[in-house]
């Protein structure tokens, strides 16, 4: 169970690889270098995630992420994660594709790991505001409340 940074040459990209079963304490032993990085790179930070080793993370660890991506959302352009199991894929998609993230995340086989790279440190960063997803507050589940915003 460790977290690992990733060394690269591109100051505005920042690579870190799973292993184990994430916890909140690694989370938040990690956070100093996400955020240091975050100012190295102007917060226009470009992340690979490499979680080809990693097997689960518990609810705790999984709020630190919540909170953190909550906090820098705007620092963050692109993402890569590398070797995502579909229960990866699942946590992701939920707490950066829907609602909090600003840039695109994509996903990589293990095997594609130099292709993720080349991606980072290449690609151009999208210029438009993104729409956020919200959930209709007049259907279903949330018909009690009267706005969006309270979700």
Do not use: C
């Not at 080809?52 to 709020?63: D, H, L, P, V, Y």
């Not at 292709?115 to 210029?127: D, Q």
């Amino acid at each position: 169970m460790s977290i690992q940074k990733i060394k690269h040459e591109h100051t505005s990209v920042f690579g870190m690889a799973i292993e184990g079963k994430l916890t909140a304490k690694e989370i938040e032993a990690f956070i100093p270098e996400l955020e240091t990085a975050i100012e190295g790179a102007n917060n226009k930070l470009r992340l690979l995630v490499d979680s080809t080793k990693m097997t689960g993370a518990n609810i705790k660890s999984e709020w630190k992420i919540f909170k953190f991506l909550k906090k820098h959302m705007k620092d963050i352009e692109l993402i890569a994660i590398v070797g995502a199991h579909s229960w990866t894929k699942v946590m992701n998609e939920i707490l950066i594709e829907s609602v909090f993230g600003e840039g695109p995340t994509l996903y990589f086989k293990p095997e594609e790991i130099e292709k993720a790279w080349k991606w980072l440190t290449t690609a151009i960063a999208p210029r438009h505001i993104r729409v956020k997803r919200y959930i209709d507050s007049d259907k279903g589940l949330f018909t009690k409340y009267s706005s969006p915003d309270y979700i």
